[in-house]
């Protein structure tokens, strides 16, 4: 059976290389911290397989990511010089290989897709799943990252198979911190839901809808989404709370929902909610800035008339699909 | 009920604008504390998370192949794509340019769009550019119409489409979030797939506003003129 902690390994050695590598890049001024915030993420990865496996303690893990939480506070990781090509380069290089430029990439959700809906489905001759159960999506991005890998690698033989190393590395530290914040709202959502702080929404929520109306409370997660995406500017981090709130007790427990359609869709609510928030400056208040407007708000107001009737289309996909 | 200050301090917390990791952490131990778990069991609660939902991080591991194709010069061939589109009108360029970003953002193509790499450079002059040629010089109104919308094309189109590719952060968090949680073990791939009917509204919807924005500008147009005539008519008098 293939597993899926093999390319949790994966993830763990690509962020040990990137650590080697950021120690190593004397043009990045944070050189220590940042091999310090990615070497502990892949440990950290790498870790998670016994805590998973209970063959060891979870707490040393849960210092491990305070610590990475107070490295991302403290300014790391930092950036190093890019060593890509310049864009005279990608120009020539662009000419020369046209739209064959688009094939690797297409091979990943192409695979991706085969694991998550044929390939999950074969058993090997013990009548186990080739792929363990739950993660043939996973298991398949791995794959797919590797054989669109070896596409590329192919088809533009890059002189030094460290290539595409430095390449990650230089979108990786384009991304920072923030690659491992999905990962930590996710944690912070176990911690709510640990802690109470779901029922204690839920009872609030309680007092808002009419008992044992299910469209009252499918309006009550989509809208809610929205309003705290909206607070927040940040829709990944209103899932965890309104579906420890609504989503999971009323939606899926009460009503019996499908967890899959409540979820997306519910997470889709929240996006309209990005829509309309100068909280996610990169969306909204960023390409404002960018293109030189006059009207900071420009883009949301340009957008608003499209994220209300989309939040009521959330509404009626999720009332109509999930029920 | 005095739990709920840990979801205070994520607002505040994102609202002033604090480090999102320190928030997320503290908001975390916060939750812990006030819910009565020991130190102990919150570091475990920490570790058990992480460890659980370590899924959400995987689209890392195609950053080496994209940031090799992009290495080859995969923005300036879309580029070279986009710029084929020189001839629409405004309207229709950034709708048909919705399509393409939502269309790319669906096969995990998010890197050849975006507000630096193409709305800046080569989306919105080219739609200011169809605009000039339609109704001369523009007035500020509906250069800044033109730039919200060219924005909002973009906007739209990758939050609307990326959902619909399994390695994307909002998917992995839904699975590793509730998986852990709730024990539940769902594919990606079929939340995925959910996101298609919302990505078909929004393109539906903010398409066709995008597409109808030609007659906007011609009203905005005519509305500039008359007003530019009455004030020649002052001047004459």
């Given at each position: 059976?293939?597993?899926?902690?093999?390319?949790?390994?994966?993830?763990?050695?690509?962020?040990?290389?990137?650590?080697?590598?950021?120690?190593?890049?004397?043009?990045n001024?944070?050189?220590?911290?940042?091999?310090?915030?990615?070497?502990?993420?892949?440990?950290?990865?790498?870790?998670?397989?016994?805590?998973?496996?209970?063959?060891?303690?979870?707490?040393?893990?849960?210092i491990?990511?305070?610590?990475?939480?107070?490295?991302?506070?403290?300014?790391?990781?930092?950036?190093?010089?890019?060593?890509?090509?310049?864009?005279?380069?990608r120009?020539?290089?662009?000419?020369?290989?046209?739209?064959?430029?688009?094939?690797?990439?297409l091979?990943?959700?192409?695979?991706?897709?085969?694991f998550?809906?044929?390939?999950?489905?074969?058993?090997?001759?013990?009548?186990k799943?080739?792929?363990?159960?739950?993660?043939?999506?996973?298991?398949?991005?791995?794959?797919?990252?590797?054989?669109?890998?070896?596409?590329g690698?192919?088809?533009?033989?890059?002189?030094?198979?460290?290539?595409?190393?430095?390449?990650?590395?230089r979108?990786?530290e384009?991304?920072?911190?923030?690659?491992?914040?999905?990962?930590?709202?996710?944690?912070?959502?176990?911690?709510?839901?640990?802690s109470?702080?779901?029922?204690?929404?839920?009872?609030?929520?309680?007092?808002?809808?009419?008992?044992?109306?299910?469209?009252?409370a499918?309006?009550?997660?989509?809208?809610?989404?929205?309003i705290?995406?909206?607070?927040?500017?940040?829709?990944?981090?209103?899932?965890p709370?309104?579906?420890?709130?609504?989503?999971?007790?009323?939606?899926?427990?009460?009503?019996?929902?499908?967890?899959?359609?409540?979820?997306?869709?519910?997470?889709?609510a929240?996006?309209c909610?990005?829509?309309?928030?100068?909280?996610?400056?990169?969306?909204?208040?960023?390409?404002?800035?960018?293109?030189?407007?006059?009207d900071?708000?420009?883009?949301?107001?340009?957008?608003?008339?499209?994220?209300?009737?989309?939040?009521?289309?959330?509404?009626?996909?999720?009332?109509?699909?999930?029920? | 009920?005095?739990?709920?200050?840990?979801?205070?301090?994520?607002?505040?917390?994102?609202?002033?604008?604090?480090?999102?990791?320190?928030?997320?952490?503290?908001?975390?131990?916060?939750?812990?504390?006030?819910?009565?778990?020991?130190?102990?069991?919150?570091?475990?609660?920490?570790?058990?998370?992480?460890?659980?939902?370590?899924?959400?991080?995987?689209?890392?591991?195609?950053?080496?192949?994209?940031?090799?194709?992009?290495?080859?010069g995969?923005?300036?061939?879309?580029?070279?794509?986009?710029?084929?589109?020189?001839?629409?009108?405004?309207?229709?360029?950034?709708?048909?340019?919705?399509?393409?970003?939502?269309?790319?953002?669906?096969?995990?193509?998010?890197?050849?769009?975006?507000?630096?790499?193409?709305?800046r450079?080569?989306?919105?002059?080219m739609?200011?550019?169809?605009?000039?040629?339609?109704?001369?010089?523009?007035?500020?109104?509906?250069?800044?119409?033109?730039?919200?919308?060219?924005a909002?094309?973009?906007?739209?189109?990758v939050?609307?489409?990326?959902?619909?590719?399994?390695a994307?952060?909002?998917?992995?968090?839904?699975?590793?979030?509730?998986?852990?949680?709730?024990?539940?073990?769902?594919?990606?791939?079929?939340i995925?797939?959910?996101?298609?009917?919302?990505?078909?509204?929004?393109?539906?919807?903010?398409?066709?506003?995008?597409?109808?924005?030609?007659?906007?500008?011609?009203?905005?147009a005519?509305?500039?003129?008359?007003?530019?005539?009455?004030?020649?008519e002052?001047?004459?008098?």
């Amino acid at each position: 059976m293939i597993k899926v902690e093999w390319f949790y390994w994966l993830c763990g050695i690509f962020f040990l290389l990137i650590a080697m590598q950021a120690f190593n890049d004397r043009t990045n001024r944070k050189r220590l911290g940042s091999a310090a915030f990615w070497g502990l993420l892949g440990l950290s990865f790498c870790y998670g397989t016994f805590v998973v496996h209970k063959q060891a303690p979870s707490w040393l893990l849960g210092i491990a990511v305070i610590g990475i939480a107070a490295l991302a506070g403290a300014g790391f990781p930092g950036r190093g010089q890019e060593r890509t090509t310049t864009p005279e380069q990608r120009a020539r290089f662009a000419d020369r290989f046209g739209n064959k430029l688009f094939l690797p990439a297409l091979v990943i959700p192409v695979v991706a897709a085969i694991f998550g809906a044929w390939l999950a489905k074969v058993k090997l001759g013990n009548g186990k799943p080739l792929l363990e159960t739950g993660s043939a999506t996973i298991i398949g991005l791995g794959v797919a990252s590797i054989l669109a890998l070896i596409v590329g690698m192919i088809l533009f033989r890059p002189n030094s198979p460290a290539v595409p190393l430095h390449e990650g590395r230089r979108l990786l530290e384009h991304i920072g911190w923030a690659a491992i914040l999905p990962q930590m709202l996710a944690t912070l959502g176990l911690l709510f839901t640990a802690s109470g702080v779901g029922k204690a929404v839920g009872r609030v929520t309680d007092h808002l809808i009419p008992k044992g109306s299910l469209i009252a409370a499918v309006a009550l997660y989509c809208i809610g989404m929205a309003i705290f995406t909206i607070i927040m500017g940040n829709a990944f981090a209103a899932f965890p709370v309104m579906t420890a709130a609504v989503g999971w007790p009323l939606l899926v427990q009460q009503f019996h929902g499908t967890p899959a359609v409540v979820f997306a869709v519910g997470m889709l609510a929240g996006f309209c909610g990005t829509l309309c928030t100068p909280m996610a400056a990169n969306f909204n208040l960023v390409p404002a800035a960018l293109l030189e407007m006059k009207d900071q708000y420009g883009p949301i107001k340009a957008q608003i008339p499209t994220a209300v009737p989309l939040l009521a289309c959330n509404i009626a996909i999720m009332y109509i699909f999930a029920f | 009920m005095w739990v709920l200050l840990a979801i205070a301090v994520v607002v505040v917390g994102f609202a002033l604008r604090i480090n999102s990791m320190l928030v997320v952490t503290a908001a975390g131990i916060v939750a812990g504390l006030i819910g009565g778990l020991s130190p102990v069991k919150i570091l475990n609660a920490f570790g058990d998370g992480f460890a659980g939902s370590r899924s959400v991080t995987v689209f890392i591991v195609t950053l080496p192949v994209i940031g090799l194709i992009e290495r080859y010069g995969l923005q300036h061939q879309a580029r070279k794509l986009i710029s084929k589109l020189k001839v629409l009108t405004t309207g229709r360029l950034l709708a048909l340019y919705m399509l393409i970003r939502q269309g790319t953002a669906a096969v995990g193509l998010t890197s050849i769009g975006g507000y630096a790499q193409a709305v800046r450079p080569l989306i919105h002059p080219m739609a200011a550019g169809a605009a000039e040629r339609k109704y001369g010089k523009l007035p500020e109104k509906m250069q800044e119409k033109i730039k919200g919308f060219a924005a909002s094309a973009d906007t739209v189109g990758v939050f609307f489409g990326e959902d619909i590719f399994v390695a994307i952060g909002s998917i992995l968090l839904i699975t590793g979030f509730v998986d852990t949680t709730y024990g539940l073990k769902l594919e990606a791939i079929d939340i995925a797939v959910w996101a298609i009917p919302t990505g078909i509204c929004a393109l539906l919807i903010h398409g066709s506003r995008l597409w109808l924005l030609d007659r906007t500008l011609d009203k905005m147009a005519a509305q500039a003129d008359a007003e530019a005539m009455g004030e020649d008519e002052e001047v004459a008098r």
